[in-house]
């Protein structure tokens, strides 16, 4: 069941869980499709006033049976129609953050209206999985290391060379989803304005999920992704116009 309390908090209650979503901190990165003007940045109460349609994000059984809960942060991008065309992961598991991430790509707003108009909008949301027992001391207190030290990580099965002859790199981590799908990128090193580039390589990859036991997992993959020199270069002019997630 879903409730709106005054606060602009939005919480959900389901079997043996609660999850608390907060809209707040919108992303200095976000930028327009055109690289051009940042876009709007909506706080808690504005965006929450907008969001007319959403899906409770599921959590994941197999974090509920290893005690795994926490909280997952994640960047929201909405086009003028109220559709969510970008959501970027931040922090939080990856089981975790692969729910969220499932779950608001069907979220819906209504238009954020501009001075001309309907436009994009920014913001940000935190959802808490908490697991509801009885007892805190049924908990274990290291049951997320625990269930890490378990998981095969992702790997890359097909990494077609870069026709360009590229070299430079630009380091990303990817969630790679429990079907081998890049589900998010992030740029932990190299020019944050080559993001876009980086991932087109990305895309001509394919992967092999990480593994829990016999059972396929989304989690996080570290890689170095060439880059054409083209690019560097009409990144490194355009560096200052477009910063990346983590950037300041």
Same mark, same amino acid.
């Given at each position: ?31 327009? /499709? ?5 876009? /709007?940045?909506? *706080? ?9 349609? #959403? =899906? ?9 049976? !290893? ?25 939080? !598991? ?33 959802? !808490?999985? #908490? ?14 290391? *625990? ?7 992702? @790997? ?29 990128? @992030? ?8 993001? @876009? ?29 060439? =880059?054409? !020199? ?19």
């Amino acid at each position: 069941m879903a409730s709106l309390p005054q606060s602009g908090w939005r919480s959900w209650q389901g079997l043996g869980m609660m999850v608390l979503c907060l809209l707040g901190f919108p992303p200095a990165w976000a930028q327009r /499709p055109d690289g051009q003007q940042p876009l /709007p940045e909506l *706080d808690a109460k504005a965006a929450s006033r907008l969001l007319y349609s #959403q =899906v409770t994000p599921e959590y994941p059984v197999l974090a509920k049976v !290893n005690f795994i809960q926490g909280r997952v942060r994640v960047q929201l991008v909405v086009s003028p129609e109220g559709k969510v065309v970008s959501a970027h992961v931040q922090s939080g !598991n990856p089981l975790l953050a692969a729910a969220v991430l499932d779950s608001v790509g069907v979220w819906r707003y209504r238009p954020h209206m501009g001075k001309d108009g309907p436009t994009s909008f920014a913001t940000k949301l935190e959802v !808490n999985f #908490q697991l509801r027992t009885r007892s805190t001391d049924l908990v274990p207190t290291r049951a997320e290391s *625990d269930f890490r030290r378990q998981v095969k990580p992702p @790997e890359v099965l097909t990494r077609p060379a870069d026709p360009s002859g590229a070299d430079p790199s630009v380091r990303l981590r990817l969630l790679v989803s429990a079907e081998g799908k890049v589900m998010d990128s @992030e740029v932990l090193k190299g020019i944050p304005s080559l993001l @876009e580039r980086a991932r087109k390589v990305v895309k001509r990859w394919s992967f092999r999920p990480a593994r829990w036991g016999t059972l396929f997992v989304p989690w996080y993959l570290e890689v170095d992704v060439p =880059v054409d !020199n083209a690019s560097v270069q009409a990144g490194v002019g355009s560096q200052h116009g477009l910063r990346g997630p983590g950037t300041e």
